[in-house]
């Protein structure tokens, strides 16, 4: 569904862990390169976006916009990637960058 919005280029989502639900769904978003928008404008609209198309317990909780995936050598998106570097956000206690769904309510 992420695909579908008209600054999205490429997306994954991977859980991310949470301590009141286990875990919430994280998309990582990459941007069109003439996106002319700032980042909370763009997680503004790709979230009306999504509230108006999914229902509460398929949408994603938290976003944060990368300028390229990690991919495997024939193109496809390394999760296991993005997983790590989650597992290492949170263990930090890192917050910079990321765009809650609360927020944006």
Not at 16 to 33: E, G, N, Q, W
Not at 40 to 54: K, M, N, P
Not at 69 to 90: F, N, Q, Y
């Amino acid at each position: 569904m992420l695909l579908e919005h008209d600054l999205v280029v490429e997306a994954a989502v991977i859980p991310s862990p949470d301590p009141t639900r286990l875990s919430v769904p994280k998309a990582y978003v990459c941007l069109r390169a003439d996106a002319a928008t700032s980042e909370e404008d763009a997680a503004r609209a790709i979230y009306v976006f999504a509230h108006e198309r999914l229902s509460a317990h398929l949408r994603v909780r938290i976003i944060e916009f990368v300028p390229e995936l990690p991919k495997t050598i024939s193109g496809k998106i390394r999760r296991v990637d993005l997983r790590a570097r989650e597992a290492e956000r949170v263990a930090t206690g890192n917050a910079a960058g990321q765009h809650l769904d609360r927020d944006y309510r």
